[in-house]
């Protein structure tokens, strides 16, 4: 499998959940010469030198940068734009910078401006992740089998798209290129409103009265249990996420207000008829899930909770 | 294991998902000398007659009864009242009544006006399931370190209490008892909200233009893909089940609609502060349901689709 490497540099700036895991395949598949992770905190270089996860490790994004074929920003959205800037002037000609932002509107909006010309911006967005975060929650499965979304602004160089293409490939994701907002419009419903929903509902069930909430904890049935461990996700990563999608969010929020109106409407007066439809309607989008091959949740090897 | 069989004689009204996993334990530990099961529908007739998961089968309700030490309710609760009359004619004397109903204020206020002196009512209810109906979907595994409550009446025999714990226990369930009310309270929270959101959230999608929707689906990410599971669950239970808890989901989603707002107007006005609050003290009864056991979906030993 492992012939030439297909970059001579990676540079990996944030090495949490999804950054220490694109590291794991670049280091099993030697995909880059050399590796070189960068981490704000003290903790997660140790713990990445620890691990053997990077080549190199530093806390300065331009030092990680300079000389690299690729700089991928693995970061919350939140640090795009002073990365972009701290980057900028290092960059050699040719270079690619992508990153696996939630967003993808935001993130070309907020690298795209600093990049010097003759540089190319290949954004992505991996479809995959757990409700661990950090760098040894990573592992070199995640990506496989799930989709990875590009969305290269127009004009950008084919190559370049291609390199990108040929990583995540080898990440054995399954790779499909599409226009930023389009990306967004998708996401803000298939992801970030279910987050929002998950997240609302844990937090109204924290505010029951405390003899409630310790049932509701102990008796957490189907449904409820699986709406703890979407709200157990990174809390600044979706805080960045809600920020910089918020127009797709916010009108995805009110297409299902209306729908819940509707259900609650049912359910009040007691019309069955409407409710059994509705839940009927609903059977089919989860067959075409399935069929499409995106229902069954990425497992780390051990270490990750839901396999105890 | 096997001594005594703890009733001689069982008759399980309906043998969907929770009946027919319920049979599968009953014959596989003999805990009754004779497991009658009462389908409506031929084909599950024939289809627990094949698995021989019954030892007799019938159309009627008062046949599979009469006789029985124990009955079990494991039908829509939309079709209680009519069991309930049918059966009270040919229940004998000393025994136990029992359902597996959702919701159990109405599960009792169904039966209860129906029964004889004499015969002991013990509502029950499995915090178990799968998103397969039918008796093909069943697997004796299904209730394995689950939970199982029971809300008998107050003042019910507590040796009729005990047997049916006792059952219980045998299919590997812990069993904890309380009073109806609260029980509908704390599932409307932890179960009954989350699929009236889920079957909300999946049917949003399937209402978008028909080329987002197709990307949706195949791009289905973690949280919608969830919700799909979720919201796959039989649409008549849960028909039933909403007409049945409508107080107590109603004022759940009115709690749920005041958080909603709450983080929907820190999106709007871009308060990054507020989000990260809420998305951060959600872990915390993600850590509680981790500790509680109850963070394991139960899945069927192959075919049950998430396995594939």
């Known amino acids: 499998m492992t012939g030439e490497p297909l970059f001579d540099r990676i540079a990996l700036i944030g090495l949490g959940l999804i950054g220490s895991s694109l590291a794991r395949v670049i280091k099993r598949d030697r995909l880059a010469r050399i590796l070189v992770g960068c981490a704000q905190s003290q903790r997660t270089r140790e713990t990445a030198t620890r691990l053997a996860i990077v080549d190199e490790v530093t806390a300065d994004p331009a030092g990680a940068a300079a000389g690299a074929d690729l700089v991928i920003i693995c970061t919350p959205m939140s640090a795009y734009e002073g990365i972009a800037k701290a980057i900028a002037p290092v960059l050699k000609p040719g270079a690619i910078v992508s990153d696996v932002g939630s967003v993808k509107r935001a993130a070309i909006a907020a690298i795209a401006p600093h990049l010097p010309a003759g540089v190319h911006l290949v954004p992505g967005h991996p ?6 975060s950090g760098p040894e929650a990573g ?6 089998g799930r989709w990875t979304v590009l969305t290269p602004p127009a ?8 390199k990108v293409v040929a990583l995540w490939r080898r990440a ?8 930023a907002d389009h990306h967004d419009h998708v996401l803000a419903i298939t992801s970030h409103v279910p987050h929002l929903i998950a997240y609302t509902i844990v937090g109204t069930a924290v505010d029951l009265e405390e003899h409630t909430r310790a049932e509701v904890i102990k008796f957490a049935a189907s449904g409820f249990r699986d709406f703890t461990r979407i709200a157990a996700s990174d809390p600044v990563m979706w805080r960045d996420i809600f920020l910089t999608n918020r127009d797709a969010v916010l009108e995805m929020m009110g297409r299902l207000y209306e729908d819940l109106a509707v259900l609650q409407r049912a359910i009040r007066m007691g019309d069955g008829e409407t409710l059994e439809k509705m839940f009927t309607r609903t059977r089919e989008i989860r067959r075409g899930v399935v069929e499409a091959g995106q229902h069954v949740p990425p497992r780390a090897p051990g270490g990750n909770g839901e396999t105890a």
Not at 139 to 144: Q, T, Y
């Open 127 to 132: 479809l995959a992740g757990t409700e661990h």
């Open 139 to 144: 592992f070199a499965a995640l990506f496989e």
């Open 155 to 162: 004009g950008t160089d084919p190559a370049a798209v291609e």
């Open 172 to 179: 054995g994701s399954r790779v499909e290129t599409m226009d």
